[in-house]
Structures are given as structure tokens and as C-alpha cells.
């Protein structure tokens, strides 16, 4: 089992930059593709970047290319979204997930998942 905890969430700017974090503990996860999600008010849960655990390769929505940053610390056992250049419309509750699949942005392909953060940009 994999267990996913998210922190880092809270209210900011637009234009403001946060960091979220996605401690992981349980199996070794050298094998896992981990994932950020992130589902807004009335909408479904959308893709929004991904990295492999050890090679270090990332994938990412069109919509947080630029902006956003995902990375991983194998010693801490944590993965990282930097989120630069906010606006209104990333508000939305930000989850993990963790999954033994290539990089994809389809939600079924991780197995494990967070309980989810909150960030809410205002304008």
C-alpha cells in the first residue's frame, strides 16, 4: 500500500507563486508514476502534471506548461508542484496520486490518491 498525504495549499493571489508538497510513505515507489490532479467547484477531476519517480521525466497539461513545475526528492519520499504565475481559474482542491504506469494524464491509471488540498486564487 501507498499512502499520499498533500500539504502546502491556502488562499493566494493571482500572479502569487505556492509550492504543494506530497509526502509518500509505504512501498518503495521506484517503479510509480506520481501525479498532481486538481478538480474545481462543479467540475470533473483534470490532469494537471505528472514525473517519474527515478528517471525524472515530467508530462504536462497545456494549461500549467510554464507556470507550473513538478519535481521529486527520492530522500524525503516527496513530490513537489511549484505553482507560479497563479490565476483565478487554478482554484480548485489539488490532489496526489501515485500509480505503476507510464506518464499519463488519465486519472485510472493511479492507484493510490491523497485526501486533496485547497488553493484558492482570488483575483
Known amino acids: 500500500q501507498v499512502q499520499l498525504s498533500e500539504s502546502g495549499g491556502g488562499l493566494v493571489q493571482a500572479g502569487d507563486s505556492l509550492r504543494l508538497s506530497c509526502a509518500a510513505s509505504?512501498?518503495?515507489?521506484?517503479?510509480?508514476?506520481m501525479a498532481w490532479f486538481h478538480q474545481g467547484p462543479e467540475k470533473e477531476r483534470e490532469f494537471v502534471a505528472a514525473t517519474s519517480w527515478s528517471g525524472g521525466q515530467t508530462y504536462y497539461a497545456d494549461s500549467v506548461k510554464g507556470r507550473f513545475t513538478i519535481s521529486r526528492d527520492t530522500d524525503k519520499n516527496t513530490v513537489y508542484l511549484q505553482m507560479n504565475s497563479v490565476k483565478p481559474e487554478d482554484t480548485a482542491v489539488y490532489y496526489c496520486?501515485?500509480?505503476?504506469?507510464?506518464?499519463?494524464?488519465?486519472?485510472?491509471?493511479?492507484?493510490?490518491w491523497g485526501q486533496g488540498t485547497q488553493v484558492t486564487v482570488s483575483s
Open positions: 509505504g512501498r518503495t515507489l521506484s517503479m510509480y508514476a
Open positions: 496520486a501515485a500509480g505503476k504506469t507510464y506518464l499519463t494524464a488519465n486519472s485510472r491509471s493511479y492507484n493510490y
